[in-house]
């Protein structure tokens, strides 16, 4: 099992949807986790310790079809980040729509990103109704798709899996 970072992407990362599915992920993945809010503002030290990690995921809810412009900061200072082996990333975009197809344009962005700079491209889950699937009972969807996600992580894939509330 390899090591991995989780960067919360969240403008309200400490309060934040975001720490609530990242806290269900480390149910589901077995390795070393270690974990960063951008809120912290702290990129320079966050990438160099992204430096030993096998694996990044990026957990970000969607902002005008697109990232936060807090996680933006924190890509531009990963893209500087001089690596011997980048970690591969991931991501775990959730989304207020029912559709979970409203995160295309995010997740395609952060493909972009991983070819543009050099970082092997894994898995993605989208979660429609991000914002509100943990308080239902549909909340086993959640969990279902984040299984999906760490599961794929450790074995390697590259797949975009989404969950919805139906």
Known sequence: MGRLMIVNGSPRAPRSNSK???QIFREFFGGEVFEYEVTKRQH???CAQAAGCTDMLLVFPLYADGLPVTLMHFLKQLAQQEFQAPPTV???????FLEPEQTRPAVEMVRFFC???GFPWGMALRIGSGE????TPF???AHRGIRRLA?????GRS??????MP
């Not at 991931?90 to 207020?96: A, E, F, R, T």
């Not at 797949?159 to 919805?164: E, L, P, T």
């Open 20 to 22: 609530q599915y990242a």
């Open 44 to 46: 320079a030290q966050a």
């Open 90 to 96: 991931h991501m775990l975009i959730n989304c207020g």
């Open 115 to 117: 070819k543009r700079y």
């Open 132 to 135: 509100a699937i943990l308080d």
């Open 139 to 141: 909340a086993w969807f």
């Open 151 to 155: 599961a794929g992580m450790q074995s």
């Open 159 to 164: 797949k975009v899996v989404s969950v919805r």
